[in-house]
């Protein structure tokens, strides 16, 4: 089954490092929800899933425009009424599949406060574990181990004070 992922992230940071300017690295802790999409071999799409994520964050600024970043993520994944066909039944199940994630990502900060940002880069994600939500059964042997794919966000950022910001973003991970 081929997993493709929309990743929601509604992201709260605290950063304990001002930066906005070259050579300055900004440090953050995130939680946020991911939703997942999957389609199975016959095409047949499967409800999305809503997950936690949670992540540690730095990224290091090339110059006041320009940036690179970097986290450790930990998402829950999965979806809900997948159809299951054995000889002579359907089941529907719902699966919980986690990851930890580590994207590499080049960011675009603009505006005049430079609170607007995009970013885009590969990311490379390893499975903790995958079970049927129902039966609790262990399913990690059918999902490979390694997830590789491309990640790119459009956020904002309010700066409360010089070291605390929040930020929103929406990021998309097709898979």
């Known amino acids: 089954m081929r997993m493709k992922r929309i990743v929601l992230f509604l992201l709260f940071a605290c950063n304990a490092i001002h930066a906005q300017e ?25 409800n999305t899933k809503l997950g936690l994520n949670v992540s540690l964050s730095a990224e290091y600024y090339i110059s006041e425009a320009w940036g690179f970043k970097t986290r450790l993520a930990y998402d829950q994944k999965g979806w809900t ?20 994630t580590v994207p590499f990502l080049f960011t675009h900060h603009a505006g005049s406060a430079r609170n607007f940002h995009m970013h885009l880069g590969p990311y490379i994600g390893i499975l903790l574990g995958a079970e049927g939500e129902a039966t609790g059964l262990d399913l990690t042997y059918v999902f490979h181990k390694i997830d590789l ?25 097709p898979g």
Do not use: C, M, W
């Open 149 to 173: 794919g491309i990640s790119y966000a459009l956020g904002y950022k309010v700066n409360l004070n010089e070291h605390i910001k929040i930020f929103t973003e929406l990021e998309i991970s």
């Open 22 to 46: 070259k050579g300055d690295i900004e440090i953050g802790l995130s939680a946020g929800l991911n939703s997942s999409h999957a389609t199975s071999f016959n095409q047949e799409a499967q």
């Open 81 to 100: 009424n997948v159809p299951i066909d054995t000889e002579n039944t359907r089941s529907i199940k719902d699966y919980n599949v986690n990851y930890v």
